[in-house]
């Protein structure tokens, strides 16, 4: 079997190590791309939010009160949830009365919460 780490004489890695090393780094995204990924992946780290976002890639948009009624959850609840998937960036809305109407915004990312769900099934 292939050694994967040569460490020199002064307990560092290859020069082609770091060369490999330098050429993954060039390519991450910056800081703050990072930030954003984390906070989208926090919104998700939970299952109401994550049945918020499924419920809302089966329907083009849903009312507040629909999602209530599919959670049975009261509107304070809701609306913390939803609060926290809209700071991230995960959802659009439209005010029509006292009701608020949501969407998804990043309709790609229903590929991954897809992949994601049915895998654990």
Do not use: F
């Amino acid at each position: 079997m292939k050694k994967t780490c040569e460490i020199n004489d002064e307990g560092k890695p290859s020069c082609a190590q770091i060369e490999n090393l330098e050429k993954i780094l060039s390519e991450m995204p910056s800081e703050e791309e990072m930030q954003k990924n984390a906070d989208i992946i926090k919104a998700l780290a939970d299952p109401t939010r994550l049945k918020i976002v499924y419920l809302l890639s089966k329907s083009k948009e849903l009312c507040v009160c629909e999602i209530m009624a599919a959670l049975d959850k009261p509107q304070p609840t809701v609306s913390h949830h939803l609060n926290l998937l809209k700071n991230a960036g995960l959802l659009k809305w439209r005010k029509e009365g006292v009701w608020t109407h949501y969407r998804l915004s990043k309709m790609k990312i229903l590929d991954s919460i897809d992949e994601l769900l049915i895998t654990s099934q």
